[in-house]
C-alpha cells in the first residue's frame, strides 16, 4: 500500500514579473524610455535597485535623486501604458508556463499572484499567458501600504486564500521579493531569472534553475 505523503503547503503564490513571464528586460526598457524623454540616463546598475518594488515608490526615489519637476504618479502612468502596449502584443512566458501552474491547480493547491505591478497590469498578463482561470487571487503592491520588501502584499494575497502565512510557500526571482515573503512567515523557493541571477538568495528555502522544477520540491 502506497503512503501518502503529507502536503506542507495549501497554497502556492507566484510573484509574475521573471517567474511567470519574461518581463523583467521590458520593464527596464520602458523605464530608460520615459526618463530619456526628461533626458536622464537610466543604467542597468541603477535598474537592479527596483527590481520588486512598485512604479510608484521607483519614481518617488528617481525623482528626488534627479531632482524632477514631474510627479512619480506621472511617471509610474506613463510607463504602465507602455508596458500595456506591449502586453497586448504578446508575452513571452517563462519555461513552465502554463505547465506547472496547470498541474499544481490540478493538484489541488490554492494559486495566488502577489506582484508590484499595477492590477491592471497584472490582469492583462495573466490574460495574455491564458492563465487568469487558474489564479483564485490577483494581489497588487498597490493595494497594499507598502510594497516589496514589506510583506504587504504577500501576507493580503493569502488572507484573499483563507490560507495561514505558514502554510503558503511563495515563488520570486528578487531578493526584494525573497524578504518580503519571509517577513511575511511563508517559505520561498527562488528562482532568479536573467536580470536577478546575481541577488543575494540565502535565506530562501530553495533555489531552482527553473519553474519546471517546483512540483518535485513540494
Known sequence: MA??????YD?????????????????YETTVRVLA????????????EFVGCTDL?????LVARHRLSVSPEDLAARRVALML???????????????????????????AIASSATPALIRAVVRALDVASLFTVLASSEEVPRGKPAPDVFVEAARRLSVA?????????????LLAAKAAGMACVAIPCATTRHHDFREADWRLQSLTELPSVL
Open 3 to 8: 503512503i501518502r505523503r503529507t502536503r506542507a
Open 11 to 27: 497554497a502556492v503564490i507566484f510573484d509574475m514579473d521573471g517567474v511567470l513571464v519574461d518581463s523583467e528586460p521590458l520593464h
Open 37 to 48: 524623454d526628461l533626458g536622464v540616463p537610466f543604467t542597468a546598475r541603477e535598474n537592479d
Open 57 to 61: 515608490a521607483m519614481f518617488e526615489r
Open 85 to 111: 502596449e506591449r502586453v497586448a502584443g504578446g508575452m513571452p512566458a517563462m519555461p513552465g508556463v502554463p505547465d506547472v501552474p496547470h498541474r499544481l491547480a490540478a493538484d489541488g493547491y490554492r494559486l
Open 165 to 177: 502565512p505558514a502554510r503558503c510557500v511563495v515563488v520570486e526571482d528578487s531578493r526584494n521579493g
